[in-house]
């Protein structure tokens, strides 16, 4: 039989590796954990990861999101929903605004989320006063005015997926003081958020069930 030929420099795989007597156990791990960290990286795993990093980066380069997975799963959750029945076009054509959308949202769940919790809660962070929260928040509210001083909605002429996940939001900034908001500089956010809240579709989601009893 021909004997095969032995490449030293290329270990043996730790599963191929002959059984050690039972007193050398400890051994045999330390044996096994030598050749795992002496094995040979592959050169294609390492390009693969690049490659994908590349990727999300340029995926994420036109929204100003930085490239982290967990950014682009954002509104996830909601397109699976609405990607099943979206009778009011709420993701637009090709899903273009969630892609928009998604900068806002971003946007909305840290800085303005940040401020909206402080602003509500002053006694809770008495680092600074009220007032200091809020201006916090209104950094947000005026990019929000922007928007809707060009279009009804945020993202165009109908209500979108932008609309439905950004506005309970402000509606919780404009609760803490409603005479302050009333007269605020936002009179577009202030019609847009009335126009949400009234709507028939913000009632049937509101609407409130007697509690659950055992029994």
Known sequence: MTNRIKYPHVPAHPLLLPPLPLRDAGTRRTD????????????????TRRHAGRVAQRQCAGTGVAGRSGDRRE????????????????????????QTALPLVLENDT??????????YPERFPEHPQD?????GEEFLRRLESHLSVTPCLLGEKMSIAD?????FVRQFAAVDADWFASAPYPALRASLEKFTSSELFAKVMQKFPVWQPG
């Open 32 to 47: 096994r954990q030598r050749h795992r960290r002496r094995a040979p990286r592959s050169g294609v795993a390492r390009q």
């Open 75 to 98: 509104l996830g959750h909601h397109a699976v929903a609405l990607r099943q029945h979206d009778p009011q076009d709420w993701l637009g054509v090709g899903e273009r605004h969630m």
């Open 111 to 120: 800085s303005f989320k940040r401020a909206l919790d402080r602003y509500k």
């Open 132 to 136: 200091f929260y809020r201006a916090q």
């Open 164 to 168: 439905a996940a950004l506005l309970p």
